[in-house]
């Protein structure tokens, strides 16, 4: 049974940061590539990173610069550091392992920014 859990969220004046975590159990994230999301209520869960097999990382315009993605393989975990956080920033944050044949969401776990 495939299963990620988010954890690390939690509450954060502007400008401080979180890292958030994404264990996996029953993938091998170390031949996946790991999408970060993020949704606020009334709103279409928006893309936030990806971080491929490689470690290569992509990052939407919106957190490039301040959220960086990084992998544990060992630990079978993704992370996504997130600094110089904005009220905006503000959501429920999700990873995504997904290819043609699969599509694995977390729970999710909330992040709330202060301003």
């Known amino acids: 049974q495939v299963q990620l859990v988010e954890s690390g969220g939690g509450l954060v004046q502007a400008g401080g940061s979180l890292r958030l975590s994404c264990a996996a159990s029953?993938?091998?994230?170390?031949?996946?590539?790991v999408g970060w999301y993020r949704q606020t209520p009334g709103k279409q869960r928006e893309w936030v990173a990806t971080?491929?097999?490689?470690?290569?990382?992509n990052y939407a315009d919106s957190v490039k610069g301040r959220f960086i993605s990084s992998r544990d393989n060992a630990k079978n975990t993704v992370y996504l550091q997130m600094n110089s956080l904005k009220p905006e920033d503000t959501a429920i944050y999700y990873c995504?392992?997904?290819?043609?044949?699969?599509?694995?969401w977390g729970q999710g776990t909330q992040v709330t920014v202060s301003s």
């Open positions: 995504n392992v997904r290819s043609p044949s699969i599509d694995f």
């Open positions: 029953g993938i091998p994230l170390s031949i996946s590539a």
């Open positions: 971080i491929t097999v490689d470690r290569s990382t």
